[in-house]
């Protein structure tokens, strides 16, 4: 039995980098695991944000009717990251389904061309007003294909079952 | 110059009990300082919204509208915490201004007679519609005058300024 | 293709309860995917620090030698939570490699029967001076199967390969 | 009775630029108040590792004996923060004492004049061996007076009061 080989910093089409922080390390000395989904959402999140494709909203009722949950989310750590530091959190689509996003998902230390930890987030779309799924927007599907989707990446009818 | 006497246990009027987390710690192995104003804000709001004074809202538009933001916090670290274990913070009003409240809170170890930490936090009565500050509403200013105003506190027209 | 059940109540031999806290939520009103994390977190150390196991160490150098890990990590989130409340966690060992255990772990709502989100955790254990696996310690292997082993759970010679 | 006027810009001697991350939006919708001393802590921790100050260290009894406690904390919050986008943390040195730090520090939003929050943080030097405050070290009190000291700022024999 043996694990998939780890995705190089090839495999990656959008970036964000994000700043470590004091308190990220843990009493072991380094970053704790529950941070690096902080940064995952981070990374995602300002995609999507920087992209148009939706807005928070300041204000009760405001923002878009249509985000993004997260319904599965994985890491492998693989060698550890501490502060100080920068990190660089690489994600690329793996594939559509019909409401739900997968996404891959490195980070990396500065200039290392392997990762520190790689991961996987399954988003699915939601109408904030009902908090039902809804199919994702067509310009979801278009802009992200454009800029973020894996060359490999498929587009499927039906989702992964998530519930 | 001297520091004014820490506030013992008979200070406060009302407890709420907080579990530490493993990433409470830090890389110098107890509580990082930020988490004591995580567990102050958790002390405060389970307090108001235990006492019914207001709801968050689970829905874009949802909630009360009066709502209390945070104007000032402070702190004096005297002893260090550590992950395991409980918390204990207690929380007493200071003064009532016209929109702002004035609380003194206290971090303890379990039955510790002396505190830890222990804080000041100065919240202000907001619309969450306008943004602005509100006068204090009545059923806050009954409810919490009975339930947690140490005997010594204050009722004041004016406001501490908070910009 | 369907997605495994979830697993109830009666599959978790270990509990932790634990207060969520105002910060837990995020801007879409519920609990954030990554404080799931620090709940794991949270529960399996304190098991393991409560069951004598091992010490964190409060002086540089201090503490035990044998410490884990976490090697990967995956969390399927169900229905969301909210603060304010408790959630209950539940843990269960299904597996012993040589130097790795790997965790299954529910966040279940008060009183809930099914559980809100649902993970598996695989630490490996390190001696924490060569920062290098080690075979699980005598003592970890039998209070951990004492204590916290699921009935179906299995000890293998082998490891689940981690890098 | 008034507050002081806020400190602009030109107050501080030292930046660090930190990026806002999805979860430090509340459910409120703004950057949570203890967010920003995790912004504080990790500006000022980065001006000492990067001066070469001190080393949090990597392995069980490394890193450098003298490392700098917080023994106090403040913050007056003036406009609300939010994610996405980009914080800058300035830093200047109002006050040493003989063990002692007095910082000041402000949180702007990105090209903004005036801060949108603005803090207090002491420091007391520790040995991390003893866990008891030593004076200190010269190489802090040269380094700090030439890149991040105030040009207001004292130099005291005495110790504000601590416990």
Partial sequence: MSRPPL?????YRHWHRIDTRFGD???FGHVN??????????ALNSFLLGAGL???GQTPGGGSDAIAYIAESSCRYVSALRYPGMVEIGLSLERFGQSSLSWHLGAFAE????????????QVC??????RPIPIPAPWRS???ERAMHPDGVQEKAD???S
Same sequence: chains 1, 2, 3, 4.
């Fill in 54 to 56: 939706y807005q928070i």
């Fill in 7 to 11: 995705r190089p910093r090839a495999h």
């Fill in 143 to 145: 802009t992200i294909t």
């Fill in 160 to 162: 992964i079952p998530w």
């Fill in 111 to 122: 200039h290392a061309q392997m990762p520190s930890a790689e991961g996987r987030i399954v």
């Fill in 33 to 42: 695991n529950a941070v690096y989904y902080a940064w995952y959402d981070t």
């Fill in 126 to 131: 939601i109408s904030r007003r009902t908090e």
């Fill in 25 to 27: 390390n843990d009493a």
